[in-house]
């Protein structure tokens, strides 16, 4: 093969300057920004602030260190101990919460 036959088919450079902006583009809109991380921040287990999560990813919650929690997927073996303080979520395969409750 002769070397124009590569030089020909290169990406040209308006092109080349699409692309870039194109892979730019994504991996900004692909960044969690802090707007969307929603804060744990109560000291005990509170149902109806637990009803807000349902839906969410686990991967934008930041937790408070004060409350025990125990995440767990769904069909994973859980023990049956009670701890009214403790908080419990339950994730699927993608990490959206399925399921959140005091227990």
Do not use: Q, W
């Not at 692309?19 to 744990?40: A, D, Q, R």
């Not at 009803?51 to 930041?62: A, C, M, P, S, T």
């Amino acid at each position: 093969m002769d070397i124009s036959y590569f030089s020909n088919n290169l990406i040209t450079l308006p092109h080349y300057k699409f692309f870039l902006l194109l892979t730019l583009f994504f991996f900004i809109s692909c960044k969690v920004t802090e707007e969307n991380k929603y804060p744990i921040a109560y000291d005990n287990c509170n149902e109806n602030e637990l009803e807000k999560l349902v839906g969410r990813n686990l991967g934008n919650l930041e937790f408070n260190n004060k409350v025990k929690t125990r995440i767990f997927k769904t069909g994973d073996n859980v023990t049956l101990d009670y701890l009214p303080n403790r908080i419990n979520i339950e994730i699927d395969n993608s990490n959206i919460i399925k399921r959140a409750y005091c227990g």
